[in-house]
Nanobody
Framework: VSLVESGGGQVQDGDSLTLACSAS????????VGWFRQAPGKGREFVAA????????YYSDSVKGRFTISRDIAKKMVYLDMTSLRPDDTATYHC????????????????WGQGTQVTVSS
């Protein structure tokens, strides 16, 4: 499985940004696609995930209400719409693919993208 992220950049406090993740194959079964982020000097943090079948969504408390995850089944794409961005959202954002349980409970994944940088300036 290959995952490629795009859409990162540098924005101002309060701005919006949309990240995209392209998957090389359609996730099957109970798999989901999610987003994690890692800021300099910090551990990896789960951000959001979406179950490929059914589209159930999951969010961390830190982004709930500000970020929206969605998928385009035909294009094998997952998007992360980020609004009301804050400086503490600054991180490298990675797309990940695994089971719903692995992403949302285990906070881990077997497949990762290379990441895209998001920088929010105050």
């Amino acid at each position: 499985v290959s995952l490629v992220e795009s859409g990162g950049g540098q924005v101002q406090d309060g701005d919006s940004l949309t990240l995209a993740c392209s998957a090389s194959e359609v996730p099957v079964g109970d798999r989901a696609v999610g987003w994690f982020r890692q800021a300099p000097g910090k551990g990896r943090e789960f951000v959001a995930a979406i179950a490929w079948n059914g589209g159930r969504v999951y969010y961390s408390d830190s982004v709930k209400g500000r970020f929206t995850i969605s998928r385009d089944i035909a294009k094998k794409m997952v998007y992360l719409d980020m609004t009301s961005l804050r400086p503490d959202d600054t991180a490298t954002y990675h797309c990940a693919l695994d089971t719903v349980f692995a992403l949302t409970v285990g906070k881990s994944s077997r497949w990762w993208g290379q990441g895209t940088q998001v920088t929010v300036s105050s």
